[in-house]
């Protein structure tokens, strides 16, 4: 089971309190009126579905009931690091690469003939 | 002239005993409860006006003698009052800013005792419930099974387990199951 660190819990819980939000850190234009379909298009539908690491919206529904931000790796699950809406991304850089020293599929895949 | 139908308030769980020896089911007497959101300014006025301090740091409690005060979240408690007294009254008296629901009828509480009433919890519900990480006083809203639970541990061999009164029959069978491997 994936035990997830809720920020305003202070705490690790396990991942059947909690349920994705979808993407972080999408700003909506604030001249939303004004922009074309395809901008709006962009905005509103539009997403990268990154293969390793994506920042996403989180909530501890059957807990604090709050809104967070997590940082996950796609392909070994991983959280790398969560942390409370409204603060800016952090700096991933000092946290170690998983997705390498995870077995996985892909990984796999090269040497399985 | 037809005889009119009295609708009677029915107790979820009326009478129903359950468990095992090691963890023992008895569903709580009816109780007064809200639902309070406030924020950090207001706190110091709706604790006096409440009679109980509420607690801010996470999976803390406050209680007196019959009244408790749950930490939810950061700006949410449960107030629960055993006697039945008037919350809603007692928090608006407070003057300040706070939205409270009284959620007496919505909530029903199971008291789960007995050597055997973590593992009985366990069976449905992922918390760790170790005297080290969820000592008595701690409370925290979780899942059990399917639905959704607040759980406060009032001795070191006794919780009250809060759920809706909709699922309280689910609830209860589960536990009963939970109580029963505990025995073992």
Same mark, same amino acid.
């Given at each position: 089971?994936?035990?997830?660190?809720?920020?305003?819990?202070?705490?690790?819980?396990?991942?059947?309190?909690?349920?994705?939000?979808?993407?972080?850190?999408?700003?909506?234009?604030?001249?939303?009126?004004?922009?074309?379909?395809?901008?709006?298009?962009?905005?509103?539908?539009?997403?990268?579905?990154?293969?390793?690491?994506?920042?996403?919206?989180?909530?501890?529904?059957?807990?604090?009931?709050?809104?967070?931000?997590?940082?996950?790796?796609?392909?070994?699950?991983?959280?790398?690091?969560?942390?409370?809406?409204?603060?800016?991304?952090?700096?991933?850089?000092?946290?170690?690469?998983?997705?390498?020293?995870?077995?996985?599929?892909?990984?796999?895949?090269?040497?399985?003939? | 002239?037809?005889?009119?139908?009295?609708?009677?308030?029915?107790?979820?769980? $009326?009478? =129903?005993?359950?468990?095992?020896?090691?963890?023992?089911? %008895?569903? @709580?007497?009816? !109780?007064? *409860?809200? +639902? &309070?959101?406030?924020?950090?300014?207001?706190?110091?006025?709706?604790? $006096?006006? =409440?009679?109980?301090?509420?607690?801010?740091?996470?999976? %803390?409690? @406050?209680?007196? !003698?019959? *009244?408790? +005060? &749950?930490?939810?979240?950061?700006?949410?408690?449960?107030?629960?009052?055993?006697?039945?007294?008037?919350?809603?009254?007692?928090?608006?008296?407070?003057? @300040?800013?706070?939205?409270?629901?009284?959620?007496?009828?919505?909530?029903?509480?199971?008291?789960?005792?007995?050597?055997?009433?973590?593992?009985?919890?366990?069976?449905?519900?992922?918390?760790?419930?170790?005297?080290?990480?969820?000592?008595?006083?701690?409370?925290?809203?979780?899942?059990?099974?399917?639905?959704?639970?607040?759980?406060?541990?009032?001795?070191?061999?006794?919780?009250?387990?809060?759920?809706?009164?909709?699922?309280?029959?689910?609830?209860?069978?589960?536990?009963?199951?939970?109580?029963?491997?505990?025995?073992?």
């Amino acid at each position: 089971m994936l035990l997830i660190y809720c920020p305003y819990c202070e705490e690790e819980r396990s991942e059947l309190e909690f349920r994705n939000g979808g993407d972080a850190h999408i700003a909506r234009p604030t001249n939303i009126a004004e922009i074309s379909d395809e901008e709006f298009e962009a905005y509103f539908f539009l997403r990268d579905n990154p293969k390793g690491v994506i920042f996403e919206r989180w909530r501890h529904i059957h807990g604090c009931g709050r809104f967070f931000n997590a940082a996950r790796d796609t392909v070994s699950d991983r959280f790398l690091t969560t942390y409370k809406a409204g603060e800016p991304k952090p700096n991933l850089d000092a946290a170690p690469e998983t997705s390498a020293t995870v077995e996985t599929y892909e990984a796999l895949e090269g040497a399985a003939q | 002239m037809a005889d009119q139908a009295i609708a009677t308030r029915k107790v979820p769980l $009326a009478g =129903l005993r359950g468990g095992s020896h090691a963890a023992v089911l %008895t569903p @709580a007497a009816p !109780a007064a *409860r809200i +639902a &309070l959101r406030a924020g950090k300014d207001a706190v110091p006025a709706l604790s $006096a006006a =409440l009679g109980v301090t509420l607690p801010t740091r996470p999976k %803390t409690s @406050a209680s007196t !003698a019959k *009244r408790h +005060a &749950l930490w939810l979240g950061p700006d949410e408690w449960l107030v629960i009052d055993e006697d039945g007294a008037e919350l809603m009254g007692a928090a608006a008296s407070s003057g @300040a800013l706070h939205s409270a629901v009284d959620v007496s009828h919505r909530n029903m509480a199971i008291i789960v005792s007995g050597p055997g009433a973590e593992v009985a919890i366990n069976s449905g519900c992922p918390q760790d419930l170790s005297l080290g990480l969820f000592p008595v006083g701690a409370c925290s809203r979780t899942i059990f099974g399917k639905a959704e639970i607040v759980l406060l541990r009032t001795a070191e061999d006794t919780f009250r387990l809060e759920c809706w009164r909709s699922f309280a029959p689910f609830v209860f069978g589960l536990l009963s199951e939970g109580a029963e491997d505990a025995a073992h």
